[in-house]
Nanobody, 116 residues
Framework: QVQLVESGGGLVQAGGSLRLSCAAS????????MGWYRQAPGKQRELVAS???????NYADSVKGRFTISKDNANNKVYLQMNSLKPEDTAVYYC??????????WGKGTLVTVSS
C-alpha cells in the first residue's frame, strides 16, 4: 500500500503561483510513476501532470508552459509548481501513484481556488 498526503493548496489571484506537495509513504519502492490530477465542480477528474521514476514527464495541454512537476527521491515527495494561474485552474488537486502491479493510489486532495 502507498499513502499519499497533499499540501499547498489555497486561494490565489489570477496570474499568481502556488506549489503543491505530495508526500508518499508505505511501499514506495513499488511506485513506477506519480502524478497530479484535478477535478473541478461538475467535471471529470483529469490528468494534470505525471512523472516516472526515470524522470519522464507528461503534461496536459492546458497547463504546458505554466506548470512543472518534479520529484525529490530522497524525501519521497512530488511537487507541482503552478505559475500564471487562471480561474479555470480552480479544482481539487489529487496526488496519484501507480505501482508495479498497475494499482493506483490517491491522496485526499487539496483545493486550489484562483480568483479573477
Amino acid at each position: 500500500q502507498v499513502q499519499l498526503v497533499e499540501s499547498g493548496g489555497g486561494l490565489v489571484q489570477a496570474g499568481g503561483s502556488l506549489r503543491l506537495s505530495c508526500a508518499a509513504s508505505g511501499t514506495i519502492f513499488s511506485i513506477t510513476a506519480m502524478g497530479w490530477y484535478r477535478q473541478a465542480p461538475g467535471k471529470q477528474r483529469e490528468l494534470v501532470a505525471s512523472i516516472t521514476t526515470g524522470g519522464r514527464t507528461n503534461y496536459a495541454d492546458s497547463v504546458k508552459g505554466r506548470f512543472t512537476i518534479s520529484k525529490d527521491n530522497a524525501n519521497n515527495k512530488v511537487y507541482l509548481q503552478m505559475n500564471s494561474l487562471k480561474p479555470e485552474d480552480t479544482a481539487v488537486y489529487y496526488c496519484n501513484a501507480e505501482n508495479l502491479f498497475s494499482m493506483n493510489f490517491w491522496g485526499k486532495g487539496t483545493l486550489v481556488t484562483v480568483s479573477s
